[in-house]
């Protein structure tokens, strides 16, 4: 099950950075952090994942606590189109062990 | 091209029925995953499958079952259609190796009468 606390809703202006939270204060040391977001009643789709290193990719930067316990997804210049459910998530790796989606932060980018 | 497909998009029909929902992936991995999302809007696991293993998440009704002709394929059966069965349900894929990140369909939205 979830093993991930996140704000239910959050407001952006558009064309400011968006960041949005994640505790994950039971994380063991072979869990990575993904983050997924879910536009309207699209397929959830995948923006970025990360151990415990900082990523940036060419969505969004993760930015992982150095005790790993928490992360921040930064967009760093949100769009309308960006407004969505976002979901973080702690998954072991190569063990098969499934994805567990929680309820998510409800983002709206405001013009 | 589409990474991973579901057919069909949506699908109205009457309790008792059965149905099936198609799900295939051209990206070459081998596991495969059904979720369902209610009107609630929270995204459940069903099942995980890969051809060693069939994971099955217990409060899944066994009129629901997976059915796999190949590693590209994981197709949805379900009997005897309940009215709570209404939901969106998602397929995705993975590799099962490393981190690699679930990729998903974009749903087939099942509505029971």
């Known amino acids: ?111 | 091209d589409t990474a991973v497909s579901q057919t069909p998009k949506y699908l109205v029909t009457q309790m008792g029925n059965d149905k099936s929902i198609k799900c295939e992936q051209n990206l070459g991995h081998d596991t495969m995953y059904w979720y369902k999302q209610d009107s609630k809007k929270f995204l459940k696991i069903m099942f995980s499958y890969n051809n060693k293993e069939l994971i099955i998440n217990e409060t899944v009704p066994n009129r629901f079952s997976p059915k796999s002709p190949d590693k590209a394929h994981l197709n949805l059966h379900i009997n005897s259609l309940e009215l709570g069965d209404s939901a969106v349900y998602f397929c995705a894929s993975s590799q099962d190796r490393g981190s690699s990140p679930l990729h998903f369909g974009n749903g087939t939205r099942l509505t029971v009468t």
């Open chain 1, 1 to 111: 099950d979830a093993k991930t606390t996140q704000p239910p809703s959050m407001d952006c202006a558009e064309g400011r950075a968006a960041n949005l939270p994640c505790n994950h204060s039971t994380i063991s040391g072979n869990e990575y952090v993904y983050w997924y977001r879910q536009i309207h009643s699209q397929g959830p789709q995948y923006i970025i994942h990360g151990l415990k290193n900082n990523e940036t990719n060419e969505m969004a930067s993760l930015i992982i606590t150095e005790d790993r316990k928490s992360s921040t997804l930064i967009l760093p210049h949100a769009t309308l189109r960006d407004t969505a459910v976002y979901y973080c998530i702690v998954r072991v790796v190569n063990t098969g062990n499934q994805f567990y989606f929680g309820t998510g932060t409800s983002l709206t980018v405001i013009p």
